[in-house]
């Protein structure tokens, strides 16, 4: 099988790559921008691999897209290519749309035409068999929660920043590619990941390194909005199900089960690393802050038979070791 994995030097999708090819006899092909996010060094161990290929360029590249399939042979499409920093999209909500909108729609339509039996018939639903697009979408497309209640994938869409929105945008272009053309395809929505490689700016990364500096800790607000956590390998794991045993046109939500407080999280990592708690520094909150995320991950465990591995707690103790022990690449990063 040939893969196409967009946004693979990212923090989520450059795991999923090393976890493809260790678990599978696959060819990859990682399409990434390179932007402020994309970074090759998270691929080290990999980049003389014959299974593996990079090609460094935009989702929206209509020409080198139709280029990468015709020379590759693509059978499948990942798409983790996304901007996807909250804070950035309220600063610049612009180039959101164009990566996450405009470029999941240029990379939908040279799928459908490379994809067709019959290039002539625009509207032909017949596709070369095991062909699938998986858009990797996440749970802040469904808004915020109150105490109670759980995200489902009958969940109304209501984004409530533009990064989600952008991304809620995007899911609708791909079912509508699904209905209108006939692509096969799957949309994941997940919890907040957490685990190696993840860009400095996230939470869990960024009280990391603060704190092995002995900087300051920023929370907003309060610091008590609530995530759902899930480690990338986890994520990795739910993906790969979804391609092999998903059922096409359909969406699943993929959670850890692992629900805390912010304020928790950078708590236990203070202690953890041995720091004082008087370096956590409440700051003025985020716009449009959700207060709660929360999934309901029961049709991807009854329907497909995946469940998460990690327990929060062993999940968590594995991902500060792995900052402290790579602080080269938290610097480069930095």
């Not at 893969?3 to 030097?9: C, E, F, K, P, Q």
């Amino acid at each position: 099988m040939n893969i196409l994995v967009t946004g693979g030097a990212g923090f989520i999708g450059s795991n999923f790559i090393r976890y493809m090819l260790i678990n599978h006899n696959y060819n990859i092909v990682n399409l990434d921008n390179l932007t402020y996010a994309g970074n090759l060094k998270n691929l080290l161990e990999i980049e003389g691999l014959e299974r593996y290929t990079f090609v460094k360029g935009d989702i929206s590249d209509r020409n080198l897209l139709v280029k990468i399939f015709q020379q590759q042979d693509i059978q499948v499409v990942i798409n983790f290519a996304a901007e996807s920093h909250v804070d950035r999209s309220i600063l610049n909500p612009e180039i959101f749309l164009k990566t996450n909108v405009l470029g999941t729609q240029v990379l939908l339509d040279v799928a459908k035409d490379y994809w067709k039996v019959t290039p002539t018939d625009k509207y032909s639903r017949k596709f070369k068999q095991g062909v699938k697009y998986i858009q990797v979408s996440t749970d802040e497309v469904y808004g915020t929660l109150g105490p109670t209640g759980y995200f489902t994938e009958e969940t109304p869409l209501a984004p409530n920043s533009p990064y989600s929105a952008s991304k809620a945008s995007a899911d609708l272009i791909v079912r509508a590619y699904h209905e209108t053309y006939g692509i096969p395809v799957n949309i994941t929505r997940c919890s907040n990941n957490y685990g190696p490689y993840q860009f400095t700016e996230k939470l869990i990364p960024l009280m990391i390194s603060n704190g092995l500096m002995g900087k300051e800790l920023p929370i907003y607000g309060d610091g008590k909005q609530v995530r759902d956590w899930l480690h990338v390998e986890d994520h990795c794991r739910a993906i790969d199900t979804v391609l092999h045993k998903g059922t096409n046109g359909e969406i699943y939500n993929i959670g850890g089960n692992n629900e805390k407080e912010n304020i928790e999280i950078v708590k236990l990592i203070v202690n953890s690393l041995g720091k004082s708690e008087n370096l956590i520094k409440h700051i003025q909150d985020r716009l449009g802050h959700d207060r709660r995320y929360a999934i309901d991950n029961t049709k991807i465990t009854s329907e497909l038979g995946w469940s998460p591995m990690y327990t929060f707690e062993e999940g968590i103790k594995q991902t500060i070791q792995w900052y402290t022990n790579n602080k080269e690449w938290m610097k480069e990063i930095l």
